[in-house]
Every structure is written in structure tokens, then in C-alpha cells.
């Protein structure tokens, strides 16, 4: 088994910054990609953010330029930097990755963490 455990949240002004971690923990080996999705009210969860292994990132186009997502290979800790933040960011955020671990590859998610935005 792996957790996801997600740190960070909270209420920003637009035009503000926060910082989400999402720290990993279990038989972990190695991790293959972790990376952040977001769930407003009434939408379909949708990626934010990814990072490989390698350090290959992936972003929505809505947070490019925003947004960076970092990993601590030797924390197993994936961060989301997110600047100049307005109220279309607030949802919940989670934390998802996949693993190689004892038992073979393993997906696994966060139970989230809220971000709000007021105007």
C-alpha cells in the first residue's frame, strides 16, 4: 500500500500564492510519475499538473506560466508552487502517483485538500 498524504491548502485573495506537498509513504521502491488534479464543485476532477520520474512536467494550459510542480525524490514529496491565483483555482486538490512497490506497480491518490480563492 501507498498514502498520499496532501498539505497546503487553505483561502488565498486572488492574486496570491499557496503551496501544496503531497508527501508519499509505504513500501515504496521507486516512483514512476506523481502529480496534482483538481475537482471544483459540479466539474469533472481534471490534471493540473504531472512530473515523471525524470523530471518531465506536464500542465493544464490554464495554470502554465502559474503553477510548478517540483519532486523530492529522497522525501517521496511532490509540491505544487501556485502564483498569481484567481477564484476559476478553487477546488479541491489531490495527490496521485504511481509506484513501483513489494507487490509490483501500484496507482494510488490523496484524499485532497481545499483551495479558496476570494475575489
Known amino acids: 500500500q501507498v498514502q498520499l498524504v496532501e498539505s497546503g491548502g487553505g483561502l488565498v485573495q486572488a492574486g496570491g500564492s499557496l503551496r501544496l506537498s503531497c508527501a508519499a509513504s509505504g513500501s515504496i521502491f521507486s516512483i514512476n510519475t506523481m502529480g496534482w488534479y483538481r475537482q471544483a464543485p459540479g466539474k469533472q476532477r481534471e490534471l493540473v499538473a504531472a512530473?515523471?520520474?525524470?523530471?518531465?512536467?506536464n500542465y493544464a494550459d490554464s495554470v502554465k506560466g502559474r503553477f510548478t510542480i517540483s519532486m523530492d525524490n529522497a522525501k517521496n514529496t511532490v509540491y505544487l508552487q501556485m502564483n498569481s491565483l484567481n477564484p476559476e483555482d478553487a477546488a479541491i486538490y489531490f495527490c496521485s502517483g504511481t509506484f513501483n512497490t513489494l507487490w509490483g506497480g501500484k496507482d494510488s491518490w490523496g484524499r485532497g485538500t481545499q483551495v479558496t480563492v476570494s475575489s
Open positions: 512530473i515523471a520520474s525524470g523530471g518531465s512536467t
